[in-house]
Antibody, heavy 121, light 105 residues
Framework: QVQLVQSGSELKKPGASVKVSCKASGYTFTSYAMNWVRQAPGQGLEWMGWINTNTGNPTYAQGFTGRFVFSLDTSVSTAYLQICSLKAEDTAVYYC??????????????WGQGTLVTVSS | DIQMTQSPSSLSASVGDRVTITCRASQSISSYLNWYQQKPGKAPKLLIYAASSLQSGVPSRFSGSGSGTDFTLTISSLQPEDFATYYCQQSLVRGFGGGTKVEIK
């Protein structure tokens, strides 16, 4: 079945970097774009952007430029989110979600299980 | 930027109640509107796409309607497993509404 499996929780110090992975299975990885979504503790969902898994071209939402990097390793059907120069406010659960499209409409399905990144000294 | 406003932000309801959640876009988004359900500690789950299309496997008590700027998610008879937070999402630029938490009365 179609599945996205993310890497485990991370505890990092301010100023460090973290790389979250999202491994896809059950479908052709390069046929669907991948999105990233952030959810801070007790807060709602924030779309961070997406990456074209065919070309590797990323698109970042407002507020997620500069320290956030989307990348791919198509040989292992995996998308990555790297966050540099971590700040306490980056503490959140990060989700990957496949971009499904139909007749010009698109939606996110399925989602990974989420990766908790905690930034604390 | 297209802003999505959900109301109410929370509601209390009983099993068997009919529940309606609304989502308003700051500009017309045609039918580019999705609904998700999220339970505590879990990833969101797609319920409705393209404003009114029910995702495969989702119970028929869930329905979506609307177009343009005003949209509605309706749960016709609330079940115990439906207590969760619901998010709308406009799929033109993929932004989410603030969420509606459905709690037990």
């Amino acid at each position: 079945q179609v599945q996205l499996v993310q890497s485990g929780s991370e505890l990092k110090k301010p100023g460090a970097s973290v790389k979250v992975s999202c491994k896809a299975s059950g479908y052709t990885f390069t046929s669907y774009a991948m999105n990233w979504v952030r959810q801070a503790p007790g807060q709602g969902l924030e779309w961070m952007g997406w990456i074209n898994t065919n070309t590797g071209n990323p698109t970042y939402a407002q507020g997620f430029t500069g320290r956030f990097v989307f990348s791919l390793d198509t040989s292992v059907s995996t998308a990555y989110l790297q966050i540099c120069s971590l700040k306490a406010e980056d503490t959140a659960v990060y989700y990957c979600a496949r971009d499904q499209q139909w007749l010009g409409y698109n939606w996110f399905d399925p989602w990974g299980q989420g990766t908790l990144v905690t930034v604390s000294s | 930027d297209i802003q999505m406003t959900q109301s109410p932000s929370s509601l209390s309801a009983s099993v068997g109640d009919r529940v309606t959640i609304t989502c308003r876009a700051s500009q017309s988004i045609s039918s580019y509107l999705n609904w998700y359900q999220q339970k505590p500690g879990k990833a969101p789950k797609l319920l409705i796409y393209a404003a009114s299309s029910l995702q495969s496997g989702v119970p028929s008590r869930f329905s979506g309607s609307g177009s343009g700027t005003d949209f509605t998610l309706t749960i016709s008879s609330l079940q115990p497993e439906d207590f969760a937070t619901y998010y709308c999402q406009q799929s033109l630029v993929r932004g989410f509404g603030g969420g509606t938490k459905v709690e037990i009365k």
